[in-house]
Each structure stands twice: as C-alpha cells, then as structure tokens.
C-alpha cells in the first residue's frame, strides 16, 4: 500500500498554503463500527481556506486536517461492523478530514453512493449542490417560469443554482464581477449573465422584459447586496450565504422599509444541525443521483495529491474558472 498521508495544520495564519503540510501516517486498527476508507476525491471550498486562516464562523480545534467534504471506497470494516460493503463508494461525513489519502469514519455514517458515477463531481455533493438546492426551495415558494437572480454565480454553489433551477422550470439572472466570468456562466445554462455594477437594475429590467423578481441570492455582501435589492419585485426576499466580497451587507431602508425587500441568512452547517436525518438523507439522494445521471456538474480546475498540499491551496485561494480538488494516488 502507498504511504498514507493527511493534510495538516496546527496553527493558523493569513497565508492559508503557510500553515498546512502533509505528514505521514501508519495504517490505523480499526474498532468496532469503524471503517477504513481510501478517500477518492475532496474539494478544496472557501470556507475551507478560511479555517485555514481563521476567518470562518466555526472552527474545529487544533491540530486539524483540512477538508470538510469527500467520497471514498470503503477499503476495511471493523471487528463485528455492519455498513457499506468493502468496494463500496461512499460519501465521507461532513467535516472528517477529507484532505488525507485514508481515513476512519464511522460505518454507519457513510452514506452509500453509485460505484459507476464520477467521484470528482460526487466528492462535491455535501456542500454546494444542497445549498443551492436549499436557496431556492427553502425561502419563497417559486413557480416554473419564476426569475430568481443571484450574484457569485460563477462560484460552486452559483453553478449548481442555474442547473437546478433549470431542471425547475426557473429562469436565473446571473451576476459576476469579471467579463472573463460570463462564458463560464452561460455554458452553465444562465439564462441572463450581467457583469456588476451601478446601473445594474436597469440592465436587469430590460434583460427579463422587466420580470419581477422575488427572490435574490447574495454570495457577496457589501454593496453588491444594495444592487441586487435593487433589482427585485417589491416583498422580495434576499437570501445572503456568504462574503466574496469581504464586507458586511449593505441595504438601504429604501429596500427595507419602503419596499418590503426582507433580508435573511443561510449557513449550511446550521441546516444539518438542526434538520432530521432523514430529510438530510433525501436531500443528498436526491441530489446525488443527479449527479450521476450527468445532470448536474461543476466545472474542474485542476486536481493535485495530498503531497501537493501547499500548491493546492495556493491554487484554489487565487483566480480560477472552477474547483481545486485533492485526488490522492491509489494503490
């Protein structure tokens, strides 16, 4: 068997590739209910690197190895442990590690996956596509032939939006902040794809023949958050899930007050603390078929092994046009 190594950091810093190493490690003796599983592939996220540099709303005690989400083959099964069958492909639970060659997980919480599926697009399946699965059912009840706009929409979850949406039945405004972003976008199946700026609204009317808009999706804050309201239906609904730009949301009572515009939050980790395992469960299902059935998908940058680390990222902190993902050598 190859080395077994797991990407680790045991301080935090504001050079997020500075702080995390690959470092060697022997086969681990597996108890009952536990397993050992080969990791396949896992994504490197922002929220990831902001771990990295102490930036995010929770973070796990020190020493650490990185990656919150993943697939694996399961590769060994504890004295006595009933679970997904040795060769199974499964999904690795939500922040267990996820950036290491191997790793022990609990059997019962691996949650099986189609063997025949692509583990690049499946090692994504916790994070991005049940956010915006979430986004766009879990805040205003949306008909087939509704506009829903979205900023950041060229980020992971920003992907996932336009293709549900599509299977939906909704058409999607889609805002970025680069010219360079927007082909990368409407091959996704954007229906609109506008650059940011100040007179985004009046560009966004006559794009949808002046649509209203009842739902907004804000991965960016600041004032891009401002410009967003401003592109809604009176008793609209932002929902804001992120801060690409680094600041706090800025609306103006204008938006608030006098035209009901509502701003809310969602985090990701809050809907699985709170949520029944089974609904958890049918949501991954749901959306893990269709990943397998080629009908959702992100685009892929580049992929590195774990002894890449650093590289890795460095890759995955700077300008890009899709996912960095840690593929560690199989055997």
């Known amino acids: 068997m190859t080395t077994m190594l797991k990407a680790q950091y045991s301080e935090r810093g504001p050079v997020p590739q500075a702080v995390i190493e690959a470092v060697p490690f022997e086969r681990p003796t597996l108890t009952q209910g536990q397993a050992l599983v080969a990791v396949l592939a896992a994504p490197i996220n922002p929220s990831d690197v902001l771990m990295l540099t102490g930036q995010y709303g929770m973070l796990p005690p020190l020493p650490a190895v990185g990656g919150s989400e993943g697939v694996g083959r399961v590769i060994e099964l504890g004295p006595d442990t ?21 790793l022990v997980a609990p059997a ?11 583990p690049k697009q499946l090692a994504m399946l916790t994070v991005n596509p049940p956010t915006a699965s979430l986004l766009l059912s879990d805040f205003v009840q949306l008909q087939p032939g509704d506009w829903v706009i979205q900023n950041g929409a060229n980020s992971g979850v920003g992907s996932y939006v336009v293709q549900l949406a599509r299977l939906r039945g909704l058409k999607t405004v889609n805002i970025v902040r680069r010219e360079a972003a927007v ?12 650059v940011d700026g100040d007179d985004l609204a009046a560009r966004v009317q006559t794009a949808t023949g002046g649509a209203a808009i009842k739902l907004g999706i804000d991965a960016v804050g600041g004032k891009a958050t401002m410009r967003l309201a401003g592109t809604l239906a009176e008793s609209a609904t932002i929902v804001n899930y992120g801060a690409l730009g680094g600041e706090p949301c800025t609306v103006s009572p204008r938006e608030l007050v006098f035209r009901d515009v509502t701003l809310k939050g969602f985090w ?31 685009p892929i940058q580049a992929s590195y092994e774990v002894a890449q680390i650093k590289q ?20």
């Open 82 to 102: 009933q679970g997904p069958a040795v060769g199974q492909t499964v999904l690795l639970p939500a922040g267990s590690g996820t950036w290491a060659s191997h």
């Open 108 to 118: 019962a919480r691996l949650l099986p996956l189609p063997n025949d599926a692509d």
């Open 183 to 194: 082909a990368g976008v409407q091959a996704q199946g954007g229906d609109v794809v506008l």
């Open 268 to 298: 990701l980790a809050r809907w699985f603390r709170v949520t029944p395992q089974p609904q958890q469960l049918a949501l991954l299902t749901e959306l893990a078929n269709l990943i397998a059935a080629g009908k959702l998908s992100t």
């Open 312 to 331: 890795a990222i460095a890759a995955a902190a700077g300008e890009r046009q899709g996912k960095i993902l840690i593929v560690p050598a199989q055997d």
